[in-house]
C-alpha cells in the first residue's frame, strides 16, 4: 500500500526553513523572558479532561478539545491552553514557594477547528505569568515583558497597540448599571467581545433578545463609545463607579511614570472571554491594514487555584501563540531570512585519501568550539566543485585537502568574502580557529554560549 | 467539585529545575547538531495511524500507541517515535533536495507503557538523520555525533561504550549458516536481542521451539561468543561471508584512521529491532554499574521511502531519550546544579516613590543587552531584607535606589561577591552596564547571541 505524504489536518511539517523560524521565534521569547528572570516550566501533553471542564467555556470542551478514552479507560484531553495545567502546577506549591512566582513556557496545544489564516489544530503559544505581585505592579511588568519582546522582534509603535480594559469596569457596568443577571452578563460579554465584528443590526437584535432598552441601552451605547483613559475616568465619575475609577487611576499613573501609555489605548470592548479574567485585560493589535487583529492577550486573575480549593492569588499573565506572531512579523517585513542553512566552514578532501583527515580536522574544531558549525563533505571533490558547494551552504571560511596539502600534514584555508587563502598545519587547530575569529571577528566562536556559562558542576 | 493536583500517569510536570535541566540537554543537543551543520524540523504530534501501521512492529500499534478517532472519524495517533514521520517528510522533497540531506529534531512522543525507571509515557527524543551519504561515510560522521554529544555532556570513556554490529552479518548467519525463513528469523532476532537478559534456559527453550539445533545450534553459540572485531572477521572468513566481512572491513578501517575505535565494542546481540535497519547497528551503552543499559541506539537502513513508493534511500540515523539520558548524567554525577534560578542584577527600592525608578532603570538595562537577566523587587523593602533577597536569587549584583539616591537621580550598586559598592547616575546606564562587565568579565552580557547573529533582515 502507498501512503500519502501531506501531514494530518490543520497541522504543518516543519521544514528546516520553517522550524529556523520558530527556534528564531522561541529563542527571542525565551530570552526576553529570562531577562525579566522569568522561570521556565512545562506539563503533560494529555491531561484528565476534568481540568477543561472546570475551568474552561463549555463550548471548548465539547466541541474543540481533542479527547479519547486511554487503554486503562481514563477520560483524557491534549492541552488546547497551558492555563489549567498551570493552574495545576501552582497549586501544588505556591504555599512553600516564595511570592512572587515568575514562570513561562512554550508548549505546543491543540484545538479542533476548521483551518484558517491564523488558526491551526496545532500550534505553540508563548505563556508568561506572574503570581503574588502587588495590585497593578505584576500588570504593569507584564505590559514591560511584552513590550520588551515587541522590541527584540524589530517591532515598534508604528506596527502594534496595546488595547486595555479592566473587567471590574466592565462588571460595573452590566451589573451595578443595567442590572443585568449572570446568564444575561454572559451573553452579552459574548456580544461585546465580537462587538467590531458584527453588523449593527445583529448587535441590535442581540440587544433585544436580552432585553436590553430605555436608559440601559442608551447606558451601553455611552460606554462602547469611550476610546480614551480621560473619558472614562469621567464616565466612571458620572455613573458612581468610584472605586473602579481609583483602581485604572492607580494603574494609568504607573505605565505614565514608565512612559508607557504612548503605547497603550483604553478599549472598551475588550474582555477576553467569560470566566477567568477579574482585573486589567489587554490585547496587543497588529496596527497593519491587511492584519487588523489581536496577535496576543492577556490580564489579571484572581481564582486561578479555585478548582483545586486553593485560596485566591492574585496573577497576571498573557499568551501568544506562533502562527499569528509569525503572521504579524511578515506582515511588517520584520522576520530575518532563515530559508538557507548557513555554515561557518565547509571541509573538503580533493582526494579520497584526504578524506580521513577532513573528517579528523572537524572533530578537532568541533571539540574546541562547540559553536562552529562545520561542515564535513563526505566525498572527495574537486577544488572548483568546492567552490560551489561552499557558496552553496553559504560558508564564511572552505578548507581544502587537496594533494599537496596532504602530503605536507597541511589544509588550506579560504575565506569566502576577500577569497585571501592561507596554508596552515593540520596539528594547529588553535591557530587555524584563531585565523577564522581574526577574519572575521563578529562571530562568537571564542564565547561560551549562555547556556554554558549557567551551569556549575553538582 | 475539587480537583486533584497530580499529572497524568507517567507524564512529568516540569517545574523550573527540571525544565532547566531539560532546556541544558536540548541546548547541548541542538549545539552539537549544528556544530555538525544539521538543520532543525519537527512534524506534527498527530498522525494518520496508518504511518505507524505500516512501519513499526504490530505490537507497538496494537499495545502502545495512543490512537483514537477524531471528530471526523480520521483514525489518528499521538507520534510514538520521529522516523516515520520524518519518512513521511524526507518523501516529499528527496528528489529535489540535494544529498545528503542531514536534519535533527527534539520531539515529544507518547508510548502507552507502565511507567518504570528510563520509561515514561511521556518523554523527549534527540533525532539525528543523514540521507544519501556515500557507503560507511555517513555512519561514521553519525557516530562522530555521538562522540561529540557524549563530550559535550562531560562524559568520557569511562563513562560508556558504543557496541556495534552489521545486520548483514545477523542475515547471513541467520538466513545462510542457519537457514532459517523470515518467520523464524524474525523470532529468532528478537531472541537474540534479550539474550543478555533471559536465563540460558529459557533461550534453550526458544530455540527448540523455533528447530534449531546439531550444527545450526553450534554455529549460533559460535556467533553469539563474538567479541572483537577481529573474532567476528575471522569467523565471517571461516563461514564464507566475505562480503560480509569486506562490508565491516570497509566501515572499521575509517573508524580506526579516525581513532574513535576505542570506543567501540563489537557484540553479536544487537539487532535493534526486526524490520528497518539494514546495514551497521549500535547502541551506545552506560558502564555505571548500576545503569547497565542502551541509553541510545541506531544504524543504517535503506527502505524508508518504501511506504510511500520511493526509491531506496541510504540513511543512517540514531535516537536519544532524555529519561534515560538524564539517568546516565545523574548516575556519573554530570549533571550541573540547575535548581536555582540565578539572576545577573537585583533591582530594589527602598521607597515607593522609587518603585517606577527601578523598573525603568530594569527596562533601560533590557533594552541595551538583551542577554542580562534582571529581577526587579515589586514592593518597597529595606536594604537589609534587599541583601538576603538578593542572596536567594544568586544575585551577581545588586541595585539599590534608596532615598538619597532618588533624590540624587541615582542607583548604588554593589557586586556581590567583594562587596564593593558605587553610586552612578541613572542616567547613564551604558556606563552601569560596563560596570558590570568589568567587575564580572566572563558574563555575556556584552555578546550577541547565535540566533541574533544568525539574522538577516528578508
Redesign the interface.
Known sequence: ?????N???G??????PD??V???LF??MK??A????Y??????????I??YR?KSGEELVN?QI?S?????E?F?A?RPEMTP?LA??V???HRKT?L?I??F?IP?L?R?ERPQRGRL??HWQFNIDIFG??EN??E??VL?IVL?LM??FGADQSTFEILINDRRIVNFVFGKLLKLDQDKSSRLYKMVDKYKKISPDAFEEGLSQIGLDGVSKENLFRYLALDSFDAVFEFLEQMGGLEEKNNLIGFYK?VK???IDPYLRYDPTIVRGVDYYTGIVFEVFDKHPDNRRAICGGGAYANLLQ???GPPLHGVGFGLGDVTLKDFLVSH?L????SQ???DVYLSAQTSEG??RV??L??RI??RY???????E??PINAKKAFSNGK??KAKFLALIGERELSNNEVQIKNSKDKDSISMKLSNVKDIIHFFHAKNP???YL?????A??????
Open positions: 500500500m502507498t501512503l500519502k505524504t501531514p494530518y489536518k497541522t504543518r511539517d516543519l521544514f528546516p522550524k529556523r520558530l527556534d528564531y529563542s527571542t530570552r526576553t529570562q531577562s525579566f528572570s522561570e521556565p516550566y512545562d506539563g503533560p501533553l494529555l491531561e484528565d476534568e481540568l472546570s466541541d481533542y479519547f478514552h486511554d487503554k486503562g481514563r483524557v491534549i495545567t495545576r502546577m497549586a501544588q506549591i516564595p512572587p515568575r514562570w513556557s505546543n491543540y479542533y489544530r496545532e505581585a502587588p505592579m505584576g504593569v511588568e514591560q520588551a522590541k527584540n504607573i511614570n514608565l512612559k478548582i483545586f480549593n517585513k522576520l530575518p531570512d532563515f542553512n548557513k555554515v578524506l580521513p573528517m579528523e572537524g572533530h568541533r571539540s562547540q559553536d562552529i558549525k562545520v561542515l564535513t563526505l566525498r552553496k551552504y563578529s562571530n562568537d564565547d561560551d554560549s549562555e547556556d556559562n549557567d551551569k556549575e558542576k553538582s
